[in-house]
Protein backbone atom coordinates (compact mmCIF):
# COMPACT_ATOMS: atom_id res chain seq x y z
CA UNK A 1 0.00 0.00 0.00
CA UNK A 2 2.30 3.02 -1.27
CA UNK A 3 2.32 6.19 0.74
CA UNK A 4 2.11 9.72 -1.02
CA UNK A 5 5.38 9.30 -3.93
CA UNK A 6 7.14 12.73 -5.06
CA UNK A 7 9.91 12.53 -7.45
CA UNK A 8 12.21 13.94 -7.83
CA UNK A 9 13.76 13.73 -4.40
CA UNK A 10 16.59 16.53 -5.43
CA UNK A 11 16.67 18.36 -8.12
CA UNK A 12 19.23 20.91 -8.87
CA UNK A 13 18.76 23.76 -11.70
CA UNK A 14 20.37 26.39 -12.96
CA UNK A 15 18.45 30.29 -12.81
CA UNK A 16 15.98 30.50 -15.30
CA UNK A 17 15.19 26.86 -15.80
CA UNK A 18 11.92 25.55 -15.34
CA UNK A 19 11.55 22.90 -12.68
CA UNK A 20 9.20 20.23 -12.79
CA UNK A 21 8.14 18.70 -9.61
CA UNK A 22 5.97 14.95 -9.73
CA UNK A 23 3.43 13.88 -7.07
CA UNK A 24 1.13 10.47 -6.87
CA UNK A 25 -0.86 10.31 -4.21
CA UNK A 26 -2.11 7.51 -2.11
CA UNK A 27 -4.66 4.94 -3.93
CA UNK A 28 -7.97 5.96 -3.71
CA UNK A 29 -7.05 9.84 -2.95
CA UNK A 30 -8.51 12.97 -5.12
CA UNK A 31 -7.45 15.44 -2.89
CA UNK A 32 -3.61 17.13 -3.14
CA UNK A 33 -2.19 19.96 -1.47
CA UNK A 34 1.13 21.19 -1.98
CA UNK A 35 3.65 22.75 0.50
CA UNK A 36 7.08 25.01 0.46
CA UNK A 37 9.00 24.46 3.65
CA UNK A 38 12.11 26.88 4.20
CA UNK A 39 13.49 26.36 7.58
CA UNK A 40 13.12 30.21 8.78
CA UNK A 41 9.29 30.19 7.70
CA UNK A 42 7.95 26.87 8.33
CA UNK A 43 5.44 24.79 6.28
CA UNK A 44 3.73 27.19 3.77
CA UNK A 45 0.36 26.31 2.11
CA UNK A 46 0.65 26.87 -1.48
CA UNK A 47 -2.39 25.20 -3.58
CA UNK A 48 -4.84 22.94 -3.34
CA UNK A 49 -6.24 20.52 -5.90
CA UNK A 50 -8.78 18.33 -6.58
CA UNK A 51 -9.11 15.99 -9.60
CA UNK A 52 -8.41 18.22 -12.78
CA UNK A 53 -9.73 21.41 -10.47
CA UNK A 54 -7.97 23.85 -9.03
CA UNK A 55 -9.77 24.70 -5.48
CA UNK A 56 -7.65 27.02 -3.86
CA UNK A 57 -4.59 28.50 -5.20
CA UNK A 58 -3.86 31.33 -2.34
CA UNK A 59 -0.59 30.62 -1.42
CA UNK A 60 0.82 30.06 -4.50
CA UNK A 61 2.68 33.26 -6.11
CA UNK A 62 0.94 34.98 -9.06
CA UNK A 63 4.04 34.65 -11.32
CA UNK A 64 5.87 31.58 -12.41
CA UNK A 65 4.05 28.87 -10.25
CA UNK A 66 1.33 26.63 -11.89
CA UNK A 67 -0.10 23.33 -10.35
CA UNK A 68 -2.31 20.71 -12.19
CA UNK A 69 -3.94 17.37 -11.29
CA UNK A 70 -5.10 15.99 -14.52
CA UNK A 71 -7.31 13.13 -14.92
CA UNK A 72 -4.79 10.53 -15.37
CA UNK A 73 -1.21 10.88 -13.85
CA UNK A 74 0.35 12.54 -11.07
CA UNK A 75 -0.02 16.06 -9.75
CA UNK A 76 2.94 18.77 -11.24
CA UNK A 77 4.12 21.51 -9.69
CA UNK A 78 5.73 23.61 -12.58
CA UNK A 79 8.07 26.85 -11.50
CA UNK A 80 9.28 28.80 -15.08
CA UNK A 81 12.53 30.77 -14.79
CA UNK A 82 13.62 29.69 -11.10
CA UNK A 83 15.54 31.60 -8.57
CA UNK A 84 17.55 31.25 -5.86
CA UNK A 85 14.40 32.03 -4.02
CA UNK A 86 13.11 29.45 -5.16
CA UNK A 87 15.25 26.88 -3.39
CA UNK A 88 13.35 24.98 -0.64
CA UNK A 89 12.04 21.89 -0.35
CA UNK A 90 8.36 20.83 -1.61
CA UNK A 91 5.90 18.52 0.04
CA UNK A 92 2.75 16.92 -1.60
CA UNK A 93 0.13 15.62 1.05
CA UNK A 94 -3.14 13.61 -0.23
CA UNK A 95 -6.26 12.94 1.43
CA UNK A 96 -9.20 10.90 0.85
CA UNK A 97 -11.94 13.35 1.47
CA UNK A 98 -12.33 16.88 1.56
CA UNK A 99 -13.71 18.96 5.22
CA UNK A 100 -11.88 20.29 7.87
CA UNK A 101 -10.68 17.44 10.07
CA UNK A 102 -9.08 15.82 7.12
CA UNK A 103 -5.78 14.24 7.83
CA UNK A 104 -3.11 14.57 5.08
CA UNK A 105 -0.77 12.33 4.11
CA UNK A 106 2.57 13.66 2.96
CA UNK A 107 5.19 12.90 0.45
CA UNK A 108 8.52 12.70 1.52
CA UNK A 109 9.70 16.02 -0.75
CA UNK A 110 11.28 17.42 -3.47
CA UNK A 111 14.70 19.26 -2.53
CA UNK A 112 15.05 21.92 -4.59
CA UNK A 113 18.34 23.65 -5.27
CA UNK A 114 18.79 26.18 -7.91
CA UNK A 115 22.23 27.44 -8.57
CA UNK B 1 -5.84 35.76 8.63
CA UNK B 2 -5.02 32.55 11.21
CA UNK B 3 -2.04 32.01 12.02
CA UNK B 4 -0.52 29.27 15.10
CA UNK B 5 1.78 30.17 16.91
CA UNK B 6 3.84 27.60 18.45
CA UNK B 7 6.34 27.89 20.95
CA UNK B 8 9.48 27.31 22.38
CA UNK B 9 10.82 27.20 18.91
CA UNK B 10 13.65 25.26 19.90
CA UNK B 11 13.65 22.72 23.09
CA UNK B 12 16.88 20.30 23.79
CA UNK B 13 16.60 18.51 26.81
CA UNK B 14 18.04 14.88 28.44
CA UNK B 15 16.51 11.86 28.51
CA UNK B 16 13.85 11.44 30.86
CA UNK B 17 12.82 14.94 30.86
CA UNK B 18 9.35 15.69 30.59
CA UNK B 19 8.63 18.54 28.10
CA UNK B 20 5.35 20.98 27.08
CA UNK B 21 4.87 22.30 23.88
CA UNK B 22 2.23 25.24 23.03
CA UNK B 23 0.52 25.77 19.91
CA UNK B 24 -1.92 29.00 20.62
CA UNK B 25 -4.27 31.49 18.03
CA UNK B 26 -6.48 34.17 18.35
CA UNK B 27 -8.37 32.38 16.05
CA UNK B 28 -11.10 29.37 16.74
CA UNK B 29 -10.68 26.44 15.10
CA UNK B 30 -13.01 23.85 14.21
CA UNK B 31 -9.74 20.76 15.17
CA UNK B 32 -6.26 20.90 15.65
CA UNK B 33 -3.85 18.91 14.27
CA UNK B 34 -0.52 17.86 15.45
CA UNK B 35 2.27 16.18 13.36
CA UNK B 36 6.13 14.92 13.41
CA UNK B 37 8.27 15.13 11.21
CA UNK B 38 11.91 14.30 10.97
CA UNK B 39 15.06 15.33 8.64
CA UNK B 40 14.35 14.53 5.53
CA UNK B 41 11.04 13.38 5.46
CA UNK B 42 7.68 14.76 5.79
CA UNK B 43 5.40 15.33 8.30
CA UNK B 44 3.30 12.48 9.93
CA UNK B 45 -0.10 12.49 11.85
CA UNK B 46 0.48 12.30 15.24
CA UNK B 47 -3.12 13.08 16.82
CA UNK B 48 -6.70 15.50 15.95
CA UNK B 49 -8.00 17.56 18.76
CA UNK B 50 -11.76 18.13 17.74
CA UNK B 51 -13.56 18.89 21.05
CA UNK B 52 -13.01 22.25 23.27
CA UNK B 53 -11.59 21.15 26.45
CA UNK B 54 -10.43 17.24 24.52
CA UNK B 55 -7.56 15.25 26.17
CA UNK B 56 -6.12 12.74 24.06
CA UNK B 57 -2.76 10.28 24.93
CA UNK B 58 -1.10 8.60 22.72
CA UNK B 59 1.37 6.39 24.68
CA UNK B 60 3.65 9.03 26.46
CA UNK B 61 2.51 11.95 24.57
CA UNK B 62 -0.35 13.88 26.04
CA UNK B 63 -2.85 16.41 23.49
CA UNK B 64 -4.98 19.02 24.96
CA UNK B 65 -7.27 21.01 23.30
CA UNK B 66 -8.06 24.63 25.07
CA UNK B 67 -11.76 24.86 25.96
CA UNK B 68 -12.03 27.80 23.50
CA UNK B 69 -10.60 25.84 20.63
CA UNK B 70 -8.02 28.55 20.05
CA UNK B 71 -5.15 26.50 21.53
CA UNK B 72 -3.51 23.46 22.22
CA UNK B 73 -0.36 21.89 24.03
CA UNK B 74 1.53 18.67 23.66
CA UNK B 75 3.38 17.60 26.68
CA UNK B 76 5.86 14.71 26.49
CA UNK B 77 6.43 12.53 29.89
CA UNK B 78 9.77 10.67 30.45
CA UNK B 79 11.22 11.97 26.68
CA UNK B 80 13.36 9.48 24.64
CA UNK B 81 16.19 10.18 21.96
CA UNK B 82 13.58 9.18 19.49
CA UNK B 83 11.02 11.79 20.53
CA UNK B 84 13.63 14.20 18.72
CA UNK B 85 11.75 15.76 15.71
CA UNK B 86 10.01 18.74 14.57
CA UNK B 87 6.43 19.10 16.07
CA UNK B 88 4.00 20.78 14.27
CA UNK B 89 -0.32 22.43 15.17
CA UNK B 90 -2.04 22.96 12.04
CA UNK B 91 -5.42 24.25 12.05
CA UNK B 92 -7.97 24.58 8.80
CA UNK B 93 -8.49 27.62 7.17
CA UNK B 94 -12.76 28.91 6.92
CA UNK B 95 -13.10 27.68 4.00
CA UNK B 96 -11.48 24.26 4.90
CA UNK B 97 -9.91 24.15 1.59
CA UNK B 98 -5.89 24.85 3.45
CA UNK B 99 -4.05 22.98 5.94
CA UNK B 100 -2.20 25.84 8.08
CA UNK B 101 0.56 25.09 9.88
CA UNK B 102 2.45 26.44 13.12
CA UNK B 103 6.32 27.14 12.39
CA UNK B 104 6.78 24.33 14.90
CA UNK B 105 8.61 23.09 17.97
CA UNK B 106 12.29 21.33 17.29
CA UNK B 107 12.67 19.00 20.03
CA UNK B 108 16.05 17.71 20.47
CA UNK B 109 16.51 14.54 23.43
CA UNK B 110 19.93 13.17 24.84
CA UNK B 111 20.79 10.00 26.05
Known amino acids: ?115 | TQLLEQSPQFLSIQEGENLTVYCNSSSVFSSLQWYRQEPGEGPVLLVTVVTGGEVKKLKRLTFQFGDARKDSSLHITAAQPGDTGLYLCAGYNQAGTALIFGKGTTLSVSS
Not at chain 1, 2 to 23: I, K, S, T, Y
Not at chain 1, 45 to 60: A, R, T
Open chain 1, 1 to 115: NAGVMQNPRHLVRRRGQEARLRCSPMKGHSHVYWYRQLPEEGLKFMVYLQKENIIDESGMPKERFSAEFPKEGPSILRIQQVVRGDSAAYFCASSPHRGRDEKLFFGSGTQLSVL
